[in-house]
């Protein structure tokens, strides 16, 4: 059974920074494309960042683009999110969820495994 959980998740002032982790078990973890969504109050879940299984390619949100890396250590079966620059509007619980295949896509009916949610809250 796979399974993932993330942590790191927290309380901090705008222009602040955290970085969330995600441990995955349960199967090959380097083989899978790994992604983290964001789902605040009143909203649908979206997309945020995606890294490919080898860890080579990513992609971003353009709302997070050039504050947010995603990256993965596949010897400690971990992805990471790394925010800066956080703002009041990124207030949300992120979800780490592991693809089907080894390439990385937006879309949340491509992932087939999530974890339970960390609560990043920014304050203004």
């Known amino acids: 059974q796979v399974q993932l959980v993330e942590s790191g998740g927290g309380l901090v002032q705008a222009g602040g920074s955290l970085r969330l982790s995600c441990a995955a078990s349960g199967r090959t973890f380097s083989i899978y494309a790994m992604g983290w969504f964001r789902q605040a109050p009143g909203k649908e879940r979206e997309f945020v960042a995606g890294i490919t299984g080898s860890g080579q390619f990513t992609h971003y949100a353009d709302s997070v683009k050039g504050r947010i890396t995603i990256s993965r250590d596949n010897a400690k079966n971990t992805v990471y999110l790394q925010m800066n620059s956080l703002k009041p509007e990124d207030t949300a619980i992120y979800y780490c969820?592991?693809?089907?295949?080894?390439?990385?896509?937006?879309?949340?009916?491509?992932?087939?495994?999530w974890g339970q949610g960390t609560q990043v809250t920014v304050s203004s």
């Open positions: 969820a592991s693809h089907k295949a080894a390439y990385t896509t937006s879309y949340a009916n491509d992932y087939d495994y």
